[in-house]
């Protein structure tokens, strides 16, 4: 198992129990419609975070140093998915059998999670295009948030599946962050949302999604971080 860059083979801890594969359950108001039996579920497209738990023997290691590594939030990849990565928050509480040798801890910790609704895939190599049109395969069963990077100059449309995207008087491009829903320079120290028109962040379908652009500037490339997810 590995969290935030720590893997638990060069900790030297044992897992004794891998965190469960959840499916993040969907956001559903259940609405009472006068004269309907029962109650009509009506879902807004998102999913909730949910719980999860593992345990962890110390091996020898102590609880300072145990905690210290599941601490906070960051990346977590099981050892039976090793392809998909969760955001996750610790909360590591010291439970069950406890049992030292000298200075060694032999105790088990029960970790309990808050795990944010995604596997992202592990890896996810960006795609470029460089000619139009393109191509973009999302392989996840959800749809994703890209980022898109555009190097490109004067005034240009892209289309990226139905999501219609315009930008004004570009000097050498733009990031579009779907996720933040906000488009920056390319080093990404300033907003430029003022030189693009959208009536919504693009977003990734599962299977093939066509990009194409038109328009008098000049496009070099886009390379778009897919951000591949099951859930």
Known sequence: MIYNGGD????????????????APENVDLLKVKGRNGRL?????TCDTYQ??????????????????????????SSDEPDRRVWV?????????????????????????HCQPFRYFEPDEPVTVLFSPGEIQNPGTWYSEPVITIRASGDISVLLGQYQMDFEGLTDGI????????CFTLDRTQLMNEWADLEEFPRLTPGVNFIQWS???VVESITV???CRDK
């Open 8 to 23: 638990s083979r060069e900790i030297d801890v044992i897992v004794v129990k891998l965190p469960d594969l959840h499916r």
């Open 41 to 45: 579920e009506q879902a807004d497209g």
């Open 52 to 77: 999860d738990s593992m345990k962890i023997n110390c091996n020898g290691r102590t609880l300072r140093e145990v905690y210290a590594w599941l601490s906070g939030a960051g990346w977590l990849i």
């Open 89 to 113: 928050s610790m909360h590591p509480q010291a439970k069950n059998s406890r049992f030292r040798v000298n200075e060694a801890c032999f105790d088990t910790i029960t970790v309990t999670m």
């Open 175 to 182: 990031i579009v962050d779907c996720e933040l829903q906000e």
């Open 215 to 217: 328009g008098t500037g």
């Open 225 to 227: 971080e897919r951000r």
